[in-house]
């Protein structure tokens, strides 16, 4: 890609070496009066403004101002290549005002300048995608919320339970679990990590009770698996584990569940988690 760059200079030399030697650029001059510069930027529509100039004075920042207040103008970057003890008196005196995007002090070969300001726009790129995919999550996370308040909505109006997964190699606290919350909770009851990943490829429960200690898969490798999963990532996970020493319960926490329940399970501790998860 070729960046179009406007470029303005006090110095006919450098200015023309520019012109002649810099890569990657197609360039057209313009003069220091706003008149020249507006008009140059209407019709060259340019990726970025270089100015050389032999001091970064009160008519050179007050100019640059100008264009970034304009409306037109002011998302395009401005480059001041300027003399060193200028650099450091700019630099030293708008610390806290982002007027120019890149400053470079002379003496500066033409090569130098190009690849100082290629590396400008690439890091714009960046900012850019960066900025774009952030708001494409931003977006998808709006939609899964949106998608599951309607989804809570219409099992309301329709009456539909709440749906909760149990997963255990322990048949007997998924039978436990499924006797003690079946009339109030639809319950579905599995033996097995690889089997509930199975499951939710499918199915999106409202809350899952997880094993902590499984065999083949243990709870923490699903419950990392869960929370990839777009459609499963906002589920509320509660651990449950028979073991109750404190650096067990702290690597517990640290995979930052919504809760965890210890066996033997207390069903009035059961209930009170599901209360505060689902309501």
């Known amino acids: 890609m070729r960046y179009k760059i406007l470029v303005n200079g006090g110095s006919s030399a450098l200015l023309r070496d520019f012109f002649v030697n ?3 650029f197609t360039c057209m001059s313009t ?3 706003w008149t020249d510069l507006s008009a140059h930027y209407e019709m060259f529509k340019p990726d970025a403004y270089v100015c050389i100039a032999e001091y970064a004075d009160v008519q050179l920042i007050s100019q640059i101002k100008r264009l970034k207040t304009h409306e037109d103008f002011g998302s395009v970057p401005v480059v001041v290549i300027t003399n060193e003890d200028c650099f450091e008196l700019y630099s030293s005196e ?3 005002e982002k007027l120019i995007d890149l400053i470079l002090s002379r003496p500066i070969t033409i090569s130098t300048i190009s690849d100082k300001i290629n590396r ?3 890091s714009i790129e960046e900012e850019k995608e960066r900025i774009a995919n952030e708001q494409e999550r931003i977006a998808r996370e709006k939609e899964e919320a949106e998608r599951r308040s309607a989804a809570e909505l219409e099992k309301k109006s329709l009456g539909v339970k709440k749906h909760i997964l149990v997963v255990d190699d322990d048949k007997n606290v998924l039978k436990l679990l499924k006797s003690a919350l079946e009339d109030r909770y ?3 009851a599995i033996v097995s990590g690889r089997m509930a990943m199975k499951f939710l490829e499918s199915k999106t429960p409202d809350l899952i009770f997880l094993d902590y200690q499984m065999p083949v898969e243990t709870g923490p490798e699903v419950f990392r698996r869960i929370k990839k999963l777009d459609s499963a990532k906002d589920i509320p996970v509660v651990f449950l584990t028979g073991i109750a020493d404190r650096e067990r319960i702290t690597e517990v926490l640290s995979l930052k569940p919504q809760g965890y329940l ?3 399970i207390d ?3 059961v ?3 599901i209360k505060s998860l689902l309501g």
Do not use: A, Q
């Open 267 to 269: 069903m009035e501790r």
């Open 271 to 273: 209930n009170e988690t």
């Open 31 to 33: 003069s220091g009066y």
């Open 94 to 96: 708008n610390e806290n």
């Open 186 to 188: 639809d319950v579905t």
């Open 22 to 24: 810099s890569t990657g």
């Open 262 to 264: 210890l066996k033997p």
């Open 120 to 122: 400008m726009f690439r």
